[in-house]
């Protein structure tokens, strides 16, 4: 593994603005990304391959061992930073103890507006797959491992793009290009091939989508996991 190499692993909820991050680093002329390189593995040892779409098509186009994916994320040297968007879940069972090698993100989300969302493809979503309790997991291992990581809040970041990705940039020890607020409309050759699923707003959109206030009720039978998950929530928010 290269020194030379700043890898940036991005650690978020499911229906954030992960893929908008990921399109904001692929506009630098210094920067490979790369979406998702665990979501293979992850629907390859849960459940989640019965309900989630397009299971069969995704695993079938990546590799599904945890730690030989750890390993490529390791070593890619093609660009001086690396990318990783990545979400906290698709840790699971796996050694963790890379992540000392890289710059972490954890990229959350008000839940109310999460699980809205993500119920609208994932019917019953439980905690498992909306990812609070990972994330809040994954703090507390960065903290007690003294890894340097940053937790950043989706609706900051729409609030203020230029600033937030300055303090990114920054706490990342990297510099901040303007070129990150703007792209062309349209997909990626990076995008995994769930981007028919999930993508179609950052497919249309040119930049940082301006923050809205979504007052949109989630379903009364999922009342039990907003509660949970705002727990978690509010612990990731505590400095």
Same mark, same amino acid.
């Given at each position: 593994?290269?020194? =030379?190499?700043?890898?940036?692993?991005?650690?978020?909820?499911?229906?954030?603005?992960?893929?908008?991050? /990921?399109?904001?680093?692929?506009?630098? @002329?210094?920067?490979?990304?790369?979406?998702?390189?665990?979501? @293979? &593995?992850?629907?390859?040892?849960?459940?989640?391959? $019965? &309900?989630?779409? @397009?299971?069969?098509?995704?695993?079938?186009?990546?590799?599904?061992?945890?730690?030989?994916?750890?390993?490529?994320?390791?070593?890619?040297?093609? $660009?001086?930073?690396?990318?990783?968007?990545?979400?906290?879940?698709?840790?699971?069972?796996?050694?963790?103890?890379? #992540?000392?090698?890289?710059?972490?993100?954890?990229?959350? +989300?008000?839940?109310?507006?999460?699980?809205?969302?993500?119920?609208?493809?994932?019917?019953?979503?439980? /905690?498992?797959?909306?990812?609070?309790?990972?994330?809040?997991?994954?703090?507390?291992?960065?903290?007690?491992?003294?890894?340097?990581?940053?937790?950043?809040?989706?609706?900051?970041? #729409?609030?203020?793009? +230029?600033?937030?990705?300055?303090?990114?940039? /920054?706490?990342?020890?990297?510099?901040?290009? $303007?070129?990150?607020?703007?792209?062309?409309? @349209?997909? +990626?050759?990076?995008?995994?091939?769930?981007?028919?699923?999930?993508? =179609?707003?950052?497919?249309?959109?040119?930049?940082? #989508?301006? &923050?809205? $206030?979504?007052?949109?009720?989630?379903?009364?039978?999922?009342?039990?996991?907003?509660?949970?998950?705002?727990?978690?929530?509010?612990?990731?928010? =505590?400095?």
């Amino acid at each position: 593994m290269s020194t =030379k190499i700043k890898r940036i692993f991005l650690w978020s909820s499911p229906r954030n603005i992960s893929t908008t991050l /990921m399109y904001s680093f692929a506009q630098r @002329g210094d920067t490979q990304v790369h979406d998702e390189p665990l979501y @293979g &593995y992850y629907l390859s040892v849960t459940d989640a391959k $019965e &309900y989630h779409p @397009g299971a069969s098509e995704i695993m079938n186009s990546m590799k599904c061992n945890g730690d030989e994916v750890i390993h490529d994320m390791l070593t890619v040297d093609t $660009e001086p930073i690396q990318f990783f968007k990545n979400m906290g879940h698709h840790l699971l069972n796996l050694d963790r103890s890379f #992540l000392k090698k890289g710059f972490n993100i954890i990229l959350t +989300r008000d839940p109310k507006r999460m699980i809205a969302s993500f119920s609208k493809v994932i019917s019953n979503p439980t /905690m498992r797959d909306i990812g609070y309790k990972d994330q809040a997991e994954l703090k507390q291992y960065f903290e007690s491992e003294g890894i340097e990581f940053m937790v950043v809040d989706s609706k900051d970041i #729409l609030l203020d793009p +230029r600033n937030s990705l300055k303090n990114i940039c /920054m706490k990342a020890g990297i510099p901040f290009d $303007e070129a990150m607020l703007s792209w062309e409309k @349209g997909a +990626r050759p990076e995008d995994g091939i769930w981007a028919e699923f999930w993508y =179609k707003n950052i497919h249309n959109s040119e930049g940082f #989508l301006h &923050y809205q $206030e979504n007052k949109e009720d989630i379903a009364q039978d999922l009342l039990p996991l907003h509660e949970e998950a705002s727990k978690y929530y509010d612990t990731l928010k =505590k400095l």
